[in-house]
């Protein structure tokens, strides 16, 4: 790596016995319109891999659904060997129709053979952590998780997976993981106009869990994207700046994971990530959300 990892945004945190940094990269923009089928310029998407290497990323999220398949053999293809500090986290629990849908798949079958194709796929023996996507594309569904969940513990047990983590889950299905077995990573919707899991944050941080917000812009209304407009012309930057280092600045135990197709964007928001907010911006902030 061409700069220490301890020069990004945030620092560094912990995912079980593995460090990251918490500014991370996502990797589902590199397929294809709607994640699905390769991407218009596969150099330009190996170089984007390449480049958050190189400005010293250490997490990138992937699924094999993501194409399916796509962007987990671009990583493969961008960065294998895979650096000793590099680690890739992944998700299982839905699968790809030939209509771009989303179907669920958390039958213990489904679960193995996700867990198989993305070691494959990925080129590795381990998986350092595999989270359970629940829920739909509408969010959260209530409901248990134990039969999926206790399949990728036996994958655990296995010698195959590493760490496991939960995405797109109700507090009480994390209550209901963590009873079965410890995890290290939570993935829900967060950003500044959804704050729904403010107090979950707050308790997987004094537990010693990352939370990993998706769609750090996504869903504003018209009146909660002004706000967010005006913070971020009076500090002269862009809005996703302000959104990420507003997360950074959250709780320490937020780890972010921006995605693009572009190594300019990649660049620019690592930067607007290091931007430091007052306590009035803050609240500012803070205000979009209630």
Known sequence: MSTPATTLPGGTADLGDLTV???????????GPWVMGPPAERDGALAVLR????????????????????????IREALHPYPDALHVVTKVGATRD?????PTA????????????????????VLDVVNLRLGDAEGPVPGSLAEPFGTLVELQQQGLVRHIGVSNATADQIAEARSIAPIVCVQNRYNLAHRTDDELIDTLAG????????????GFTQLQSAALDAVAGRLTTTPMSVALAWLLQRSPNILLIPGTSSTAHLRENVTGAGLQLSAEDIRELDAIGR
């Open 21 to 31: 940094t918490r500014f991370g990269y996502g990797a589902m923009q590199l397929a």
């Open 51 to 74: 480049a958050a290497v190189d400005l010293g990323i250490t997490h990138i999220d992937t699924s094999d659904a993501y194409g399916p398949h796509v962007t987990n053999q671009l």
């Open 98 to 102: 030939a209509q771009g849908g989303w």
């Open 106 to 125: 958390r039958r213990p079958d489904d679960i193995r053979r996700q867990v198989h194709g993305n070691l494959e796929t990925l080129g590795l023996e």
């Open 207 to 218: 537990a010693g869990i990352a939370y990993v917000p998706f769609f750090p812009l996504g």
